[in-house]
């Protein structure tokens, strides 16, 4: 049963745009939240977090934004560049020191 | 210098062997993971271990069994090896609970 959904498998955006990646979730009992960047051949590369007392989170070109009521949670990559290219994994906890991830969104920037 | 390490990156191997995955950490973390990612591409907890300690087995079967020699180690031992165990490997570490885990690059395992 998948506690951590990302329904959109694909995005492609122009470079300089914004990139907008959605991710929802069922366990209430979660209560924190990160975002994954991840490349072929490669292991996920932690991106951006946010607990759940807090509503945004900004690094950089990357902010995430919890809504909690609605267990939704987003992340936008602003500007968008051609190396942000890679497949994002959104994660939950609930301190059970164990991450529920997503299906992934595959990101294509096109210059 | 390599944050969480894993080795072997590839391992091709008959159904019925044993083999094993090595992982090492260098970032004092307290916990560390094994997460399989199959042919659908989802991620999903195995073991932790938290101080050498098992704190979740979620559900594998027996035929897997991790041992954490100590705080910076976790290894991997698959026996009689399934087609079906066919896929990536990823070892990562945290601090604890409710932090991130940095993950190593994994290790493609192909039964045939």
């Known amino acids: 049963d998948q506690q951590v959904k990302q329904n959109s498998p694909s995005l492609s955006v122009q470079e300089g745009r914004i990139s907008i990646l959605n991710c929802d979730y069922t366990?209430?009992?979660?209560?924190?939240f990160l975002w994954y960047k991840k490349y072929p051949a490669e292991g996920p590369t932690f991106l951006i977090s946010?607990?759940?007392?807090?509503d945004k989170n900004e690094d950089g070109r990357f902010t995430v934004f919890l809504n909690k009521s609605a267990k939704h949670l987003s992340l936008h990559i602003v500007p968008s560049q051609p190396g942000d290219s890679a497949v994002y994994f959104c994660?939950?906890?609930?301190?059970?020191?164990?991450?529920?991830f997503g299906a992934g969104t595959t990101v294509t920037v096109r210059a | 210098d390599t944050a969480v390490s894993q080795t072997p990156k590839y391992l091709v191997t008959q159904m019925g062997n044993d083999k094993s995955i090595k992982c090492e950490q260098n970032?004092?973390?307290?916990?560390m993971y094994w997460y399989k990612q199959d042919s659908k591409k989802f991620l999903k907890i195995m073991f932790s271990?938290?101080?050498?300690?098992?704190?979740i087995n979620e559900t594998v079967p027996n035929r897997f069994s991790p041992k954490s020699p100590d705080k910076a180690h976790l290894n991997l031992h698959i026996n009689s090896l399934e087609l079906g165990d066919s896929a990536v490997y990823f070892c990562?570490?945290?601090?604890?609970?409710?932090?991130?885990?940095?993950f190593g690059q994994g290790t493609r395992l192909t039964v045939v």
């Open positions: 990562a570490s945290s601090l604890g609970a409710n932090t991130e885990a940095f």
């Open positions: 366990n209430s009992m979660f209560d924190y």
């Open positions: 946010i607990s759940s007392i807090k």
């Open positions: 994660a939950a906890s609930g301190y059970d020191y164990k991450l529920s």
């Open positions: 970032l004092g973390h307290d916990t």
């Open positions: 271990y938290n101080n050498k300690e098992l704190i």
